[in-house]
């Protein structure tokens, strides 16, 4: 039978450029950046790597490996084209992993990009692109922000929350997150942010407002990968892989009556295989933080619960008491999150697990976590009624 | 010492014979065959490429980096708003620190731009300013305009050393005559009766400026070795010249029957072609026309002898290929819809930042070359492509667009859309190292082979016109043996 | 170190869509067909599946971009499902991402599923490269077709070895007349009719010196396959076919911006044959392959394919292809399904239909047009341009 991913993985290097409007900077710019300090971390050359995966959304150098290799003038090693909506950067890692895993190569790297700001407007590139020919017909002329804000006002719906106790809430984890991100140099918003202002801000698509949405930014991450048994060869802090998974809709959420479209279903089945694979029974008390994917605050709401942090329904309580602040219990977004280091969308993924990574060897700087000995990351890709989530859990 | 320095022009390679549009559109106006033949701008050239051909030619040799303005002179350029003079020089390669203006609106705009270089610097604000001018005009099917109208353009480069010809005075007379105009949403000239035109318009508004200009520095027709001016009618260009007193040998002829009147162009390229005939101590007399007239004259130095190897007017009227096609003619300038075929219309939006980001890797054909390996390379790479290097950031610029090159394979792509199929393209290895795809313009599959020398010429890459935009990029032509 | 995939993992079913121009089909309906041949053949249900690797290549033009397109449409409970891309080389990516998870331990079965609808453009060929190039390239890069970027390896390869442009193209309609014959004898082939080398020599030129038989067919279809880690592969079927070798090899730049290149071959496609007969153990691929299938995308592709994967001696291809080398009574029969030529390229279901071809051949299945007693088998699989591609070689054996 199959064992799982379980501590046969471990990174030991990773890189992350700071994230945010490089108007002068290409995708090609990003990803030299991200790779050089990823190699540098794992002490390694470019020679030395074996097979490479790519992530990137909206490619604008074309649907494969190609603009990674020719970029960096990988010698005819493969390379890989993965994609999944937003949670692609999870994705490369997790190819990547198998690679070492089924003994092909010894080292591989995982490496996302996106350069969103190159479109000429605000927000993601229109989904026009992103969905293909029959949804133009039959899906509403949707946004990324419209279709999470239909989740808050069933949200607010099923649980009895009144607009303004609703916002309130959601503003309080934005609030959290912008804090954190004051704490981080490479992040793109850099701010501190009040309850009354994030409530108050233009509304982008009822009930969110500007700060419900995660920065639109440009941003590369990568990470090298190699089997567990050597990673001790590279660093004396590896960072070892407990769980991966990947749950992506089966159409039932969107299409039969089930579903209360106030929760994401694939974030509960992949949640539940993650912790099942990493032997972790009480995720409440085990997990020592998490990077959860934000794109809007309604998202990280539901997420607690989907998560099995919070008690359906009860996330409430938990964002008032402070638990996923930085000094809480469980922090959540130490490094700000989608929401203000910036959500570049094939590099999120890998931009998260930077953060757990970085957190477990003690190198966060003024906003370490103490001890940390589980992280979790939480990645989505897609709407809440069809999509992708990856979770990862890494350990030391 | 202010003055010319170095010229250069450009003339496209087309030029089609007035005798096929005649059989084309003649049964709809018997009254406008005229002599000759026309340039025509291949269907991926416009003003600006011209423009930037013209100015290359001038350049040729000279270092670009001391040129502190560009002043394009045009009245055909596809944007509204967005200069044209702003492409020519990003294209040239001139520093960003430079004055740039678009000079249009009437066809003496070339002359206009011209003076207003030669006053930056003997204003003192400018030492080197390049003064083109290029236009390619439309005329509706079958009209006087479509047989006249042909495609051109011109450079100078004003300086206040190595002046190969210094400006010795001018005189300009301003008028609002409406003989032709383009209202907002005009693609076509709308013009007044010719005969109006030709007597009240030409043949008094350059003889006004050239008298003022004679009277104004007591000056006699018989000191000029040329008299250049331009007039649509060759009989009354004759008599403009008789009735100054000039004799039929002071008297630079006109381009219309190899150009046509390539409007804001059509003085400044009279001005090269007689250049390229002049001797240091010649007097050269300009007057243009367009909403009145400027007249200006040069007096030509020893430094002439130094400017003779630019391709200039005679080296391309000698480069020509014939259309022989009215309808291919009409489709080249757009003046009749063709099918595309929906491969044809698929096109992809421009991201401005992008461009913006490689503005010169696409505008001025900048590649890399590696410091360390000494490899060219394009487009730009931080990388080094070259195998057994492998540099890291160690890059410097290296433009290849002055760069000659070889053809190392090709084809004549007939399911690409092109305008003029089959898409000619293929890849380029460059003297010195570097090589990329480029498409192939100005030449026809038959002609090329493996190996023959190429040179890059910037052009219109694409037209998306439903946006707005216009794409413009360098192309490779074969160098004609 | 690593010791690479060889034998780690075993394919236990298939299914192959029929190709062709399917314009009452969608994409939906290419992956349930495809998907129900294969579970069937694999004896198993779909429950039993635990992962998916799913490949399509014109997102823009149909799918979007994630694994859900597969999901959705298979109402898969929940599973992961990640989407692979490299151009035409698609195909075989989604089965090594497969492969490589069973090989991990990860799962003890996975499926591989390339799907391509490109008979909604409007127009024949590729959707253009405008969208599938990116708007960075579109800005310098010639307005290319697919056939144009191949014409440019035949102009260098009649150049380099000296073949006027007519021996050049007798050459290569040799090549397409093979595998027309092949693909009157396929059920399942878009193209199924026989052509005559004048015929071909004498047909429309696409991209001189390409003319349209030099062009492979552009086709809606689908294939998958599921695989499982060796140890287990007799649990389902006593023929599974074994994976000996899977590599991908990727330009790394210096064919298109270097000038060592001499466009008359494909130097990833090499490089990929070579660690593929490493890895497989193979040295003498010219007796030890029993028969390929190679990505003729274009005549000259193969042609050059042959030297690449040394087949034939370079510059030498022409004289096996005389001889009838790689037809399907000769010594080493290549494209016996039609290949991309006449089966039809349905983009990213082509890797995968290039190892059903294999698939069915090893196990003596592939009817009218079986091979005898084949051992071992080769698909080559590329995508992008000569100056600009990677190339998937796998090969198989039981």
Not at chain 2, 166 to 184: A, K, N, Q
Request: hydrophobic share 40%.
């Amino acid at each position: 039978m199959a064992e799982g991913i379980k501590d046969k993985v471990a990174i030991i290097g990773m890189g992350c450029t700071r994230f945010g409007e490089a108007w002068d900077k290409s995708a090609d710019d990003l990803m030299i950046e991200s790779s050089m300090e990823c190699m540098e971390d794992a002490g390694l050359e470019k020679k030395d790597i074996d097979a490479a995966w790519w992530g990137c959304c909206f490619p604008m150098g074309g649907l494969s490996g190609l603009p990674l290799s020719m970029l960096l003038k990988l010698p005819f090693i493969p390379v890989t084209h993965v994609e999944n909506f937003c949670a692609t950067g999870t994705e490369a890692l997790r190819a990547a992993s198998y690679a070492v895993a089924a003994g092909v190569y010894d080292i591989a790297l995982a490496i996302g990009v996106e350069k969103c700001k190159d479109t000429g407007y605000g927000g993601l590139p229109d989904f026009g692109g992103m969905m293909g020919g029959t949804s133009r017909w039959d899906m509403p002329n949707a946004t990324a922000p419209g279709l999470f804000a239909i989740m808050a006002t069933s949200y607010f719906a099923k649980y009895g929350l009144s607009p303004e106790e609703g916002k309130r809430t959601l503003a309080k984890i934005a609030v959290k997150s912008h804090h954190n991100g004051t704490l981080n140099p490479k992040a793109h918003m850099r701010r501190e942010i009040t309850v009354d202002e994030a409530m108050n801000a233009p509304i982008v698509a009822w009930p969110l407002g500007l700060y419900d949405c995660c920065g639109v930014s440009d941003g590369s991450a990568a990470a090298i990968v190699v089997r567990a048994e050597d990673a001790k060869k590279y660093r004396p802090d590896p960072v070892y892989i407990k769980s991966f998974n990947i749950a992506i809709s089966s159409g039932e959420e969107k299409m039969y009556t089930d579903w209360d479209y106030a929760h994401v279903e694939t974030t509960v089945r992949a949640a539940a295989k993650a912790y099942k694979e990493a032997g972790i029974t009480n995720p409440r008390k085990e997990i020592s933080m998490m990077e959860t994917h934000d794109c809007f605050s309604i998202t990280e709401l539901t997420e607690y619960e989907d998560l099995g942090i919070s008690p359906r329904g009860r996330a409430k309580e938990d964002v008032d008491a402070g638990f996923f602040n930085l000094d809480g219990q469980i922090p959540n977004q130490p490094d700000g999150g989608l929401k203000c280091f910036g959500h570049p969308i094939g590099a999120s993924g890998l931009r998260m697990i930077y953060e757990m990574y970085k957190q477990l060897q003690g190198k966060a700087g003024p906003r370490q976590i103490k001890n940390p000995k589980i992280g979790l990351t939480h990645n989505m890709g897609g709407f809440p009624p069809m999509n992708v989530i990856g979770i990862s859990i890494l350990g030391l | 010492m202010v003055g010319i320095t170095s010229y250069g022009a450009y003339i496209p390679r087309y030029r089609i014979n007035r005798n096929t549009i005649y059989s084309a559109m003649g049964w709809l106006n018997p009254a406008t065959l005229m002599p000759g033949e026309k340039a025509v701008a291949n269907c991926d050239e416009d003003n600006i490429s011209m423009a930037v051909a013209a100015s290359l030619d001038c350049l040729n040799g000279l270092e670009r980096e001391k040129i502190e303005g560009l002043y394009l002179a045009t009245t055909t350029s596809p944007y509204r708003e967005r200069q044209a003079a702003g492409i020519v020089a990003t294209a040239l390669d001139l520093r960003p620190e430079i004055r740039t203006a678009d000079f249009t609106d009437s066809i003496k705009a070339g002359t206009t731009a011209l003076l207003a270089a030669c006053d930056a610097i003997k204003g003192g604000s400018a030492k080197r300013v390049i003064a083109c001018a290029a236009d390619s005009r439309l005329g509706k099917a079958g009209s006087a305009q479509e047989e006249i109208y042909g495609d051109g353009a011109a450079a100078l480069l004003l300086g206040d050393s190595g002046v190969i010809a210094t400006l010795e005075g001018s005189y300009s007379v301003s008028y609002d005559f409406t003989d032709h105009w383009r209202g907002e949403e005009d693609k076509f000239d709308r013009t007044w009766e010719d005969r109006w035109i030709r007597d009240v318009g030409y043949t008094k508004f350059i003889p006004e400026a050239i008298s003022g200009l004679l009277k104004k520095y007591e000056l006699s027709i018989k000191d000029f070795a040329k008299v250049v001016y331009p007039a649509l009618y060759v009989r009354e260009h004759a008599a403009i010249g008789k009735g100054l007193g000039a004799d039929p040998g002071q008297i630079q002829q006109q381009m219309l029957a190899t150009v046509g009147d390539s409007g804001v162009a059509s003085p400044l390229m009279m001005l090269v072609a007689a250049l390229e005939d002049a001797k240091p101590g010649d007097k050269i007399l300009l007057a243009s026309y367009g909403n009145g007239s400027d007249a200006m004259f040069f007096q030509v130095t020893q430094e002439i002898d130094k400017v003779r190897d630019r391709r200039g007017i005679k080296g391309h009227l000698a480069l020509k290929r014939e259309l022989t096609s009215y309808e291919k003619y009409a489709a080249f300038r757009g003046t009749i819809p063709i099918e595309k075929g929906i491969r044809g219309d698929e096109i992809a939006f421009t991201q401005l930042s992008n461009l913006w980001r490689e503005r010169r890797a696409v505008l001025a054909l900048y590649g890399s070359k590696c410091k360390r390996c000494g490899t060219p390379q394009y487009p730009p790479q931080r990388i080094c492509v070259r195998p057994d290097c492998g540099a890291i950031d160690e890059m410097e610029d290296y433009r290849f667009s002055d760069k000659k090159g070889h053809l190392f394979t090709y084809t004549g792509d007939s399911l690409a859309f092109s305008t003029s199929p089959p898409a000619i393209y293929g890849m380029i290895d460059f003297e010195g190292g570097g090589r990329y795809n480029f498409d192939l313009t100005d030449c026809d599959l038959d002609s090329i082979k493996v190996g023959m020398p190429v040179e890059m010429s910037f052009r219109r890459k694409y037209a998306d016109p439903a946006r707005g935009i216009y794409g413009y990029f360098w192309k490779a032509v074969p160098v004609q043996a | 170190m690593a010791e690479g995939i060889k034998d780690k993992v075993a394919i236990i079913g298939m299914g192959c869509t029929k190709f062709g121009e399917s314009w009452d089909k969608s994409y939906e309906d290419l992956i349930v067909d495809a998907f129900k041949e294969c579970i069937e053949d694999a004896g198993i249900e779909k429950k039993d599946i635990p992962a998916a690797w799913f490949a399509s290549c014109f997102d823009e033009v149909f799918a979007g971009k994630a694994g859900t397109p597969l999901s959705t449409t298979l109402k898969l409970p929940f599973l992961p499902v990640t989407r692979v891309e490299n151009f035409c080389a698609s195909g075989t990516e989604a089965l090594r991402g497969a492969a490589y998870a069973v090989a991990s331990g990860v799962y003890d079965i996975a499926l591989a599923l390339g799907v391509e609808k490109l008979k909604d453009t409007g127009y024949g060929g590729l959707p253009d490269f405008g969208s599938v190039m990116g708007t960075k390239n579109r800005l310098i890069t010639p307005n290319m077709t697919a056939p144009g970027a191949f014409a440019m390896m035949a102009t260098r390869y009649f150049s380099v070895y000296n073949l006027s442009p007519e021996e050049g193209k007798r050459m290569l309609a040799r090549i397409s007349s093979k595998s027309h014959h092949n693909g009157t004898l396929n059920p399942k082939a878009h193209l199924r009719r026989e052509v005559t080398v004048e015929q071909i020599m004498n047909a429309p030129i696409v991209a001189w010196p390409l003319g349209l038989f030099d062009c492979c067919g552009v086709s809606d279809g689908g294939a998958a396959a599921i695989v499982t880690r060796a140890d287990m592969a007799k649990k389902f079927r006593p023929d599974p076919v074994y994976v000996k070798s899977l590599q991908i090899a990727l330009s790394s730049g210096e064919e298109i911006g270097y000038t060592d290149f001499d466009y008359a071959h494909v130097e990833t496609g090499y490089r990929a044959g070579q660690r593929a007969y490493r890895e497989a153990g193979i040295t003498n691929p010219r007796e030890e392959i029993s028969m390929a299938e190679l990505h003729d995308c274009f005549s000259i592709t193969e042609c050059v394919t042959y030297e690449d994967l040394q087949f034939s001696a370079r510059g030498r291809a022409r004289e096996d292809i005389e001889s009838g080398r790689f037809d399907l009574d000769g010594p080493q029969p290549v494209q016996p399904d039609g290949g991309l030529k006449c089966f039809g390229h349905p983009i990213a279901a082509s890797g995968l239909r290039m190892i059903y071809e294999m698939y069915k051949q090893l196990q003596g299945k592939a009817g009218p047009r079986q091979i005898k007693n084949p051992k071992l088998a080769l698909t080559h699989n590329m995508g992008g341009m000569p100056a600009l591609n990677l190339i998937g070689v796998c090969i198989v054996g039981l």
